[in-house]
């Protein structure tokens, strides 16, 4: 009887042991209790000359104290045709806080296509191991306990293959700088905890930070100075200095599982939906300390500041209403009731764009009036973003596709394909791009507005969700 007790406590602590290194978010693996997040990007940003196609069946680190850890990705298959003049996701993982001087892949296949003829390839050797395909990389970084970073290898395709046979690829790892002085776009990233940092000139990852847990709703500051991150799973909000990339404060929200930021018409005041408590935080942006709460309706969701007019309009998805909020003083001093679940907003011009999630239309509201009238799409929107030209973009997560909304003619006048379960957008009117995060698929559809076409897919985090752009 006694032996049985020991055993049944023994196998309740080392079960208790292995829940709490387990991370509930992002990736899904033990991970050490000391651990930082790491993503591994590769790129060929030249265009070969060489098809050559390579497959990745392991990946370690060494730490400065010789002791390797296996990241074990899924077996990945690399061709330097589809690599060209791109960016992919290898990984993205976990590795114990501390300084890595060496990274090593296993490389378990690789071939050379000349016309229609495949011929197989050496795999790379070492003095202690001949052709065994383990290929050894000096590298320099550190990992920080609860941050994020990533590792950005490039490979020269066309001078990968040596004496005609062997691969023996050439590669180069930088990680991400501290300071990135580009012109940015900011992705939350809900399952990975972090938010992924992107240039917008290249359209290509250049960091991650890491925030709170299951972030949703973005914003930055009126000056492009801080990026604000609604932390849904941890209830704060996290501060973000854009001058060097990380979090300087977090705030204590006082409300549940918030989800979408509005900014006041002076940019003093930062206002943020919250789902669980069905009310709004407003928060001063000077001392970070939330000043007031303001009860609306059931799952208030979508948020949008009207800073003419100095008020807010809420989007209470459970209770099928708009609350109209008055700014000066903080207080709702109007509820519109629509016919269907209500879910985020857009503000264009005088107009008002409403996404009905449940049925296929877009609601209207004609500001001041508040009249409302609705627009049959064909699908389903869930998200909205003012567009160029007399456009509104609409989001339809169930037809995985971008649609281009006449505002005069009010019809489709373009449909475009993207990633699996578009949510966030964001418009980059300077260069004519539209921004589009793709939930389930994990990457961001970049859309060019003026071809009306996808020009390149960005990997990101696990199920982004919601984009911030600075203005320039």
Same mark, same amino acid.
């Given at each position: 009887? @006694?032996?049985? !007790?020991?055993?049944?406590?023994?196998?309740? +602590?080392? @079960?208790?042991?292995?829940?709490?290194?387990?991370?509930?978010?992002?990736?899904?693996?033990?991970?050490?209790?000391?651990?930082?997040? #790491?993503?591994? %990007?590769?790129?060929?940003?030249?265009?070969?000359?060489?098809?050559?196609?390579?497959?990745?069946?392991?990946?370690?680190?060494?730490?400065? *104290?010789?002791?390797?850890?296996?990241?074990?990705?899924?077996?990945?298959?690399?061709?330097?045709?589809?690599?060209?003049?791109?960016?992919?996701?290898?990984?993205?993982?976990?590795?114990?806080?501390?300084?890595?001087?060496?990274?090593?892949?296993?490389?378990?296949?690789?071939?050379? &296509?000349?016309?229609?003829?495949?011929?197989?390839?050496?795999?790379?050797?070492?003095?202690?191991?001949?052709?065994?395909?383990?290929?050894?990389?000096?590298?320099?970084?550190?990992?920080?306990?609860?941050?994020?970073?990533?590792? !950005?290898?490039?490979?020269?395709?066309?001078?990968?293959?040596?004496?005609?046979?062997?691969?023996?690829?050439?590669?180069?790892?930088?990680?991400?700088?501290?300071?990135?002085?580009?012109?940015?776009?900011?992705?939350?990233?809900?399952?990975?905890?972090?938010?992924?940092?992107?240039?917008?000139?290249?359209?290509?990852?250049?960091?991650?930070?890491?925030?709170?847990?299951?972030?949703?709703?973005?914003?930055?500051?009126?000056?492009?100075?801080?990026?604000?991150?609604?932390?849904?799973?941890?209830?704060?909000?996290?501060?973000?200095?854009?001058? #060097?990339?990380?979090?300087?404060?977090?705030?204590?929200?006082?409300?549940?599982?918030?989800?979408?930021?509005?900014?006041?018409?002076?940019?003093?005041? +930062?206002?943020?939906? *919250?789902?669980? /408590?069905?009310?709004?935080?407003? $928060?001063?942006?000077?001392?970070?300390?939330?000043?007031?709460?303001?009860?609306?309706?059931?799952?208030?969701?979508?948020?949008?500041?009207?800073?003419?007019?100095?008020?807010?309009?809420?989007? &209470? =998805?459970?209770?099928?209403?708009? /609350?109209?909020?008055? @700014?000066?003083?903080? /207080?709702?001093?109007?509820?519109?009731?629509?016919?269907?679940?209500?879910?985020?907003?857009?503000?264009?011009?005088?107009?008002?764009?409403?996404?009905?999630?449940?049925?296929?239309?877009?609601?209207?509201?004609? $500001?001041?009036?508040?009249? $409302?009238? =609705?627009?049959?799409?064909?699908?389903?929107?869930?998200?909205?973003?003012?567009?160029?030209?007399?456009?509104? %973009?609409?989001?339809?997560?169930?037809?995985?596709?971008?649609?281009?909304?006449?505002?005069?003619?009010? @019809?489709?006048?373009?449909?475009?394909?993207?990633?699996?379960?578009?949510?966030?957008?964001?418009?980059?009117?300077?260069?004519?791009?539209? %921004?589009?995060? &793709?939930?389930?698929?994990?990457?961001?559809?970049?859309?060019?507005?003026?071809?009306?076409?996808?020009?390149?897919?960005?990997?990101?985090?696990?199920?982004?969700?919601?984009?911030?752009?600075?203005?320039?």
């Amino acid at each position: 009887m @006694m032996k049985r !007790f020991v055993l049944l406590i023994l196998t309740a +602590l080392s @079960m208790s042991f292995f829940v709490s290194c387990v991370y509930n978010s992002g990736v899904k693996e033990p991970i050490y209790s000391d651990a930082g997040q #790491v993503f591994v %990007y590769l790129s060929c940003y030249n265009e070969p000359s060489l098809d050559i196609t390579f497959t990745i069946s392991g990946m370690s680190f060494m730490d400065k *104290n010789g002791t390797w850890y296996d990241v074990n990705p899924e077996p990945l298959v690399i061709n330097s045709k589809k690599l060209s003049c791109s960016q992919i996701k290898l990984k993205e993982f976990y590795l114990p806080a501390g300084k890595y001087e060496r990274l090593k892949w296993t490389i378990s296949e690789a071939s050379y &296509n000349r016309g229609n003829k495949k011929f197989s390839l050496a795999l790379p050797e070492t003095a202690h191991n001949r052709g065994n395909g383990e290929l050894f990389l000096d590298i320099d970084f550190n990992v920080f306990y609860r941050e994020s970073l990533c590792l !950005f290898v490039e490979w020269d395709a066309d001078n990968s293959i040596a004496d005609n046979y062997l691969f023996k690829p050439v590669l180069t790892v930088k990680p991400q700088q501290l300071e990135i002085k580009n012109i940015l776009a900011y992705i939350s990233n809900e399952d990975s905890d972090c938010v992924t940092v992107i240039d917008r000139q290249e359209d290509s990852v250049v960091g991650t930070i890491a925030v709170g847990e299951a972030p949703r709703g973005i914003a930055a500051s009126s000056d492009g100075t801080e990026i604000y991150v609604a932390n849904s799973g941890s209830n704060s909000i996290s501060v973000i200095d854009t001058s #060097v990339n990380r979090v300087i404060d977090t705030i204590d929200n006082f409300g549940y599982a918030p989800e979408e930021f509005a900014l006041s018409w002076d940019g003093n005041t +930062l206002y943020v939906t *919250n789902p669980d /408590s069905n009310n709004v935080s407003a $928060i001063d942006v000077a001392s970070n300390l939330v000043i007031d709460r303001i009860d609306v309706g059931k799952n208030p969701t979508g948020i949008v500041a009207d800073k003419d007019r100095r008020k807010l309009y809420v989007s &209470n =998805t459970d209770s099928l209403t708009i /609350s109209v909020i008055d @700014m000066d003083t903080r /207080s709702v001093e109007r509820t519109l009731t629509v016919s269907s679940n209500p879910r985020y907003l857009a503000l264009c011009d005088d107009r008002l764009y409403v996404a009905n999630e449940r049925v296929n239309d877009i609601y209207v509201i004609e $500001i001041p009036a508040y009249t $409302i009238k =609705t627009i049959n799409v064909g699908f389903r929107p869930q998200w909205l973003v003012c567009g160029l030209t007399n456009r509104v %973009y609409a989001a339809s997560a169930t037809d995985n596709e971008v649609s281009f909304l006449h505002t005069t003619l009010n @019809m489709v006048t373009r449909s475009i394909p993207v990633g699996d379960s578009p949510a966030g957008m964001g418009v980059d009117a300077i260069r004519r791009k539209l %921004y589009v995060v &793709n939930n389930l698929s994990g990457d961001v559809s970049v859309i060019d507005v003026t071809g009306e076409r996808v020009k390149k897919t960005i990997p990101v985090g696990e199920r982004p969700h919601g984009i911030a752009l600075i203005a320039e």
